[in-house]
Nanobody
């Protein structure tokens, strides 16, 4: 059974930082792509950042470049999303997802976690 368990969400003020974690099990982690996606109220789910566990290639959506960093610890089958300089527009439920294809589009991911809330107040 595939499980993706997110943790690390919370409430912070503008300019604050959070680190999200995604612990994966039931997949061949080293051959997988892991992505972070987010969905704000009334908006579509969007890709935030994705990483290829096989070679470390990363992708970021423009709005988070320079502020967010994705990383992978293959020994722990865990992917992290370090979020700095948070803004109110980053407020959303953040989801971790895993897939075998490479990319950062929703349709490329087969397995999804339950999500963790991130709230940034001004």
């Amino acid at each position: 059974e595939v499980q993706l368990v997110e943790s690390g969400g919370g409430a912070v003020q503008t300019g604050g930082s959070l680190r999200l974690s995604c612990a994966a099990s039931g997949i061949t982690f080293d051959d997988s792509s892991i992505g972070w996606f987010r969905q704000a109220p009334g908006k579509e789910r969007e890709g935030v950042s994705c990483i290829s566990s096989s070679d470390g290639t990363t992708l970021y959506t423009d709005s988070v470049k320079g502020r967010f960093t994705i990383s992978s610890d293959n020994d722990k089958s865990t992917v992290y999303l370090q979020m700095n300089s948070l803004k109110p527009e980053d407020t959303a439920v953040y989801y971790c997802a895993a897939g075998s294809a490479w990319g950062c589009s929703l349709h490329e991911y087969d397995y999804w976690g339950q999500g963790t809330q991130v709230t940034v107040s001004s």
